[in-house]
C-alpha cells in the first residue's frame, strides 16, 4: 500500500490578524464614546470593557493601559484609519509638499487640515482637561503639540521655498503662525462657537495664511 506523504499545513494568521484589528478597534470606539460622555478620569478602563463587549484584560492585552487608548485614538483622528504610515507620508500632506504655487500650497493645507481638525479636536478637548490632573497625560499633550510645531515648521520650509514669505518674517514666526491658527481650540471656536461650516473655515484659513505668511 502506498503510503500518503502528509503536507504540514502553512498557519494562515490572516484571520487572526483581522479579529485582533476588529477587537482593537471595538475598543477605541468604546472608550472614543466614554471619553466624551464621562470624561477621560470618568471612563475606567471596566466600563469601556463593558462598552467594547470584551473582557477588561483584553483591553490590557492589548492596549496596556488607558493612556494607550487615548494615544492610539489621537493617531487614528489624525490620521483618518488605523494605518500604520505616518501623516506627513499620506498622500494628502504629499500633496501640499509637492505643489509649487504657495497660494495653492496653502489652500490645500487648510483643506487637509481642517479634515484632521474636525475628527481630532474633539478628543483634544479631552486630553486637555485630564492633562490638568493627569502627569503622563499633560506628558502626551506636550510630546503632540511638540509635533505639531515641528510639522508647522516642515510646512514654511516647503512654502518658502516656492516664494519669499513676508518681510522680516523668519521661519519659526511664520510655523509659530500657522500652529495657533490651525490649533483645536481655534477650530472649535469657530466652528462649534460661531457655528461656521468646515467650508467658510477652510477659506477663512487659507485666506489669513495668505495675507500673514506670503510676501
Given at each position: 500500500?502506498?503510503?500518503?506523504?502528509?503536507?504540514?499545513?502553512?498557519?494562515?494568521?490572516?484571520?487572526?490578524?483581522?479579529?485582533?484589528?476588529?477587537?482593537?478597534?471595538?475598543?477605541?470606539?468604546?472608550?472614543?464614546?466614554?471619553?466624551?460622555?464621562?470624561?477621560?478620569?470618568?471612563?475606567?478602563?471596566?466600563?469601556?470593557?463593558?462598552?467594547?463587549?470584551?473582557?477588561p484584560e483584553t483591553i490590557?492585552?492589548?492596549?496596556?493601559?488607558?493612556r494607550a487608548i487615548l494615544?492610539?485614538?489621537i493617531d487614528i483622528s489624525?490620521?483618518?484609519?488605523?494605518?500604520?504610515?505616518?501623516?506627513?507620508?499620506?498622500?494628502?500632506?504629499?500633496?501640499?509638499?509637492?505643489?509649487?504655487?504657495?497660494?495653492?500650497?496653502?489652500?490645500?493645507?487648510?483643506?487637509?487640515?481642517?479634515?484632521?481638525?474636525?475628527?481630532?479636536?474633539?478628543?483634544?478637548?479631552?486630553?486637555?482637561?485630564?492633562?490638568?490632573?493627569?502627569?503622563?497625560?499633560?506628558?502626551?499633550?506636550?510630546?503632540?503639540?511638540?509635533?505639531?510645531?515641528?510639522?508647522?515648521?516642515?510646512?514654511?520650509?516647503?512654502?518658502?521655498?516656492?516664494?519669499?514669505?513676508?518681510?522680516?518674517?523668519?521661519?519659526?514666526?511664520?510655523?509659530?503662525?500657522?500652529?495657533?491658527?490651525?490649533?483645536?481650540?481655534?477650530?472649535?471656536?469657530?466652528?462649534?462657537?460661531?457655528?461656521?461650516?468646515?467650508?467658510?473655515?477652510?477659506?477663512?484659513?487659507?485666506?489669513?495664511?495668505?495675507?500673514?505668511?506670503?510676501?
Open positions: 500500500m502506498t503510503q500518503l506523504k502528509k503536507t504540514k499545513r502553512r498557519y494562515n494568521s490572516t484571520k487572526r490578524q483581522a479579529q485582533a484589528r476588529e477587537t482593537r478597534r471595538q475598543i477605541t470606539e468604546a472608550a472614543r464614546k466614554l471619553f466624551t460622555e464621562r470624561g477621560y478620569t470618568g471612563a475606567t478602563i471596566e466600563a469601556v470593557a463593558q462598552e467594547a463587549g470584551v473582557a490590557y492585552a492589548v492596549f496596556g493601559n488607558k494615544a492610539h485614538l489624525v490620521g483618518g484609519d488605523d494605518e500604520p504610515i505616518p501623516l506627513l507620508q499620506r498622500p494628502r500632506p504629499q500633496a501640499v509638499f509637492q505643489e509649487h504655487d504657495p497660494r495653492q500650497q496653502l489652500y490645500l493645507f487648510a483643506q487637509d487640515i481642517s479634515a484632521i481638525l474636525e475628527r481630532i479636536a474633539p478628543i483634544f478637548e479631552i486630553m486637555r482637561f485630564a492633562a490638568k490632573t493627569e502627569p503622563d497625560i499633560a506628558d502626551l499633550l506636550q510630546n503632540i503639540l511638540r509635533e505639531r510645531l515641528h510639522n508647522m515648521v516642515l510646512l514654511v520650509q516647503h512654502l518658502s521655498e516656492h516664494g519669499p514669505l513676508q518681510e522680516g518674517m523668519v521661519d519659526s514666526q511664520a510655523a509659530e503662525t500657522v500652529w495657533t491658527l490651525t490649533s483645536p481650540e481655534v477650530f472649535r471656536l469657530l466652528t462649534i462657537d460661531r457655528a461656521w461650516s468646515r467650508e467658510h473655515y477652510i477659506q477663512w484659513l487659507a485666506d489669513t495664511l495668505t495675507r500673514l505668511l506670503l510676501s
